[in-house]
């Protein structure tokens, strides 16, 4: 069985899917890269009201951001 899938990793694969660069999904979210970054690779992870904003940018539900089964794209 396969691991289920990190917000970070959801993150990415919702990023990649838009093919935005980091700089160009920050400006949409009005994060730093530093945030994201750190969302990206599991070091921190967003609260509640960035997960709604998350959800709203990339047009997602905030479940498919935080359920660990759920593959982003």
Known sequence: MSKPQT???????????????????????????????????????????HVVMLARVFGVSADRILEPGRQAA
């Open 7 to 49: 917000i970070g990793a959801r993150l990415r694969a919702l990023r990649a899917a838009r093919d935005w660069t980091r700089r160009e999904a920050c400006a949409e979210m009005g994060v730093t890269e530093r945030t994201l970054s750190r969302w990206e690779s599991d070091v921190t992870q967003p609260g509640a009201e």
